[in-house]
Nanobody, 124 residues
């Protein structure tokens, strides 16, 4: 089993920054595809970005490219989502997830472990 705990959410004004953390226990994050997904009120859970196991390659949805950065600290067994130039449309609950199988997909249904989520609110 793998436990994931997100932190770092909060309320910021448009143009501001936040860094979310996803602390893992029970398994090592470098062995898993780690994803960040978000869910806005009344909407489905959407892919934000991923960082692949071993290689650490990252992939992002188009709307966050150049603004969001995913990184991994293997020593701390933690994955981060650095968010800059935040926009009101980034408002959502952000989830960290881990996939134990091959590949690093964007669809939420392929992830095996989930954190509890952390709220990010961006005001205009």
């Amino acid at each position: 089993q793998m436990q994931l705990v997100e932190s770092g959410g909060g309320s910021v004004q448009a143009g501001g920054s936040l860094r979310l953390s996803c602390a893992a226990s029970g398994r090592t994050v470098r062995s898993y595809c780690m994803g960040w997904l978000r869910q806005a009120p009344g909407k489905e859970r959407d892919f934000v970005g991923t960082i692949s196991a071993s290689s650490g390659n990252t992939y992002y949805r188009n709307s966050v490219k150049g603004r969001f950065t995913i990184s991994r600290d293997n020593a701390k067994n933690t994955v981060y989502l650095e968010m800059n130039s935040l926009k009101p449309e980034d408002t959502a609950v952000y989830y960290c997830a881990a996939r134990s199988g091959l590949g690093c997909p964007s669809a939420s249904g392929f992830y095996d472990y989930w954190g509890q989520g952390t709220q990010v609110t961006v005001s205009a």
